[in-house]
């Protein structure tokens, strides 16, 4: 967890120290904000912001003739970003989930790739088995703060109490593998991945419930410019046809 924080302020610094796209630039009217949720979006071990959506926001960027790079990048709990999406005009959040009910709260791009698939995750020695959604209510379940998986969670009626919310995905993944929670919502390769990096075996844990899932997009506020917006999604729609962007997609599967 303290690797995340650093990095992640080193990333915050960097965005901080540059003055932003310039407003000649396509995208200049733009801010893009993202999370750390591997893998369509973190911080690696080098401490450089990279995944699939982020490689293909820089790809989208190329075909748009946009200097933008990682450094204009904001990485923000989910929530915050979530909200600042909301109330300022050319804020861009990603990678967003395309669901009825924030149809009508953004403008959208996309889709930047197929969903993927969210699960409960336990600790294999839990003998945790979920039959329907009623054998849930008597367990501890950790969330994202904000993130599309808490709704979903509290739309199966599981007891608030019972509901653990974090802004920090690998506390809820220290959290799990310690036995302070029984589930853990998330994405099975986001999960092996913060295992990896706190080094703990992935052998320890097993998906025990499956959620359906939307494709993922760029969501930008609802005042920015439907010509910027339009642009971006030509840019991607000319991107996705390229071979780089297949190889995007097959590295971060």
Do not use: C
Not at 92 to 120: M, Q
Not at 230 to 240: P, V
């Amino acid at each position: 967890m303290l690797r995340t924080l650093y990095v992640t302020a080193l990333v915050l610094l960097s965005f901080v120290s540059r003055a932003g796209l310039p407003l000649y630039d396509p995208w200049g009217e733009l801010k893009f904000m993202t999370e750390e949720y591997p893998p369509l979006n973190y911080i690696d071990a080098n401490g450089n912001l990279t995944g699939l959506s982020v490689e293909v926001l820089l790809g989208t960027a190329k075909h748009a003739k946009s200097g933008l790079s990682r450094e204009d990048i904001f990485v923000l709990p989910w929530a915050r970003a979530y909200k600042a999406t909301l109330k300022r005009r050319g804020r861009v959040l990603f990678a967003t989930s395309r669901k009825p009910e924030r149809e009508n709260l953004f403008l959208w791009v996309g889709p930047i790739s197929e969903g993927t698939p969210s699960f409960l995750i336990a600790r294999k020695t839990s003998n945790i088995n979920i039959v329907s959604s009623k054998d849930l209510m008597k367990y501890r379940i950790g969330v994202i703060r904000g993130d599309s998986l808490e709704k979903r969670v509290e739309k199966l009626e599981i007891p608030n109490e019972n509901i653990i919310r974090s802004h920090d995905p690998e506390l809820l993944a220290e959290q799990l593998i310690k036995g302070r929670i029984d589930l853990w919502a998330t994405n099975w390769t986001g999960a092996k991945t913060l295992l990896e990096e706190l080094n703990i075996s992935t052998t320890l844990i097993e998906p025990v419930y499956k959620f359906k899932f939307n494709d993922n997009y760029f969501a930008v506020n609802k005042t920015t410019p439907i010509s910027v917006v339009n642009k971006m999604q030509t840019a991607l729609d000319a991107f996705k046809k390229t071979p780089e962007y297949q190889l995007i997609v097959e590295k971060f599967k």
